[in-house]
T-cell receptor, first 109, second 109 residues
Framework: DGGITQSPKYLFRKEGQNVTLSCEQN?????MYWYRQDPGQGLRLIYY???????QKGDIAEGYSVSREKKESFPLTVTSAQKNPTAFYLC????????FGSGTRLTVV | RKEVEQDPGPFNVPEGATVAFNCTYS??????FFWYRQDCRKEPKLLMS???SGNEDGRFTAQLNRASQYISLLIRDSKLSDSATYLC??????????FGAGTRLFVKA
């Protein structure tokens, strides 16, 4: 079945550490997105990519970086510059509507 | 004013009840509208699109009121399994997508 796979499901980050969240899709979608969700808030866009080798900042890109070397893959790195990274991170691709991965829950320890 | 606003709830209803949620949007140029369902600690999943003429899918009815700039979701004969958070999604011209913060629904036996 086609879908989006995010890993890991849970991730713990130490202060000053960079961590990378994986997102892979086999839906053949060109557009991919990273969202952050905090309790009681809507999804906020971190980065998006509409085509391979191109990506754009979203509303809250500071402290994050991405790459899009392959159509299927859109990893997100949470850098040490992101001061409040604890959140639920969702990767999505867009065909008709958005299809989301199952998310990565990141916690700072 | 937020671009997309939803009553956060929670809505507590008994099984079999009819419940309705509204979602208001501020951009009159918005073109596409969706309702997503998000279970606790899971990813959002597409519930239904919202068309100008209104659309129905089983117990669920979605409507769009462009004049007043809101969309609605009606759930008839509520089931325990309907308990979730319902997100409205508004897409303006081109790419910009705004997710509402969601309305929480609890259906009680």
């Amino acid at each position: 079945d086609g879908g989006i796979t995010q890993s890991p499901k849970y991730l713990f980050r130490k202060e000053g550490q960079n961590v990378t969240l994986s997102c892979e899709q086999n839906l053949n979608h060109d557009a991919m997105y990273w969202y952050r969700q905090d309790p009681g808030q809507g999804l906020r866009l971190i980065y998006y990519s509409q085509i391979v080798n191109d990506f754009q900042k979203g509303d809250i890109a500071e402290g994050y970086s991405v790459s899009r070397e392959k159509k299927e893959s859109f990893p997100l790195t949470v850098t040490s510059a992101q001061k409040n990274p604890t959140a639920f991170y969702l990767c999505a691709s867009k065909g008709y509507g958005y299809t989301f991965g199952s998310g990565t829950r990141l916690t700072v320890v | 004013r937020k671009e997309v606003e939803q009553d956060p709830g929670p809505f507590n209803v008994p099984e079999g009840a009819t419940v309705a949620f509204n979602c208001t949007y501020s951009n009159s140029a918005s073109q596409s509208f969706f309702w997503y369902r998000q279970d606790c600690r899971k990813e959002p999943k597409l519930l239904m699109s919202v068309y100008s003429s209104g659309n129905e899918d089983g117990r669920f009815t979605a409507q769009l009121n462009r004049a007043s700039q809101y969309i609605s979701l009606l759930i008839r004969d509520s089931k325990l399994s309907d308990s979730a958070t319902y997100l409205c999604v508004v897409i303006a011209g081109g790419f910009k997508t705004i997710f509402g913060a969601g309305t929480r629904l609890f259906v009680k036996a």
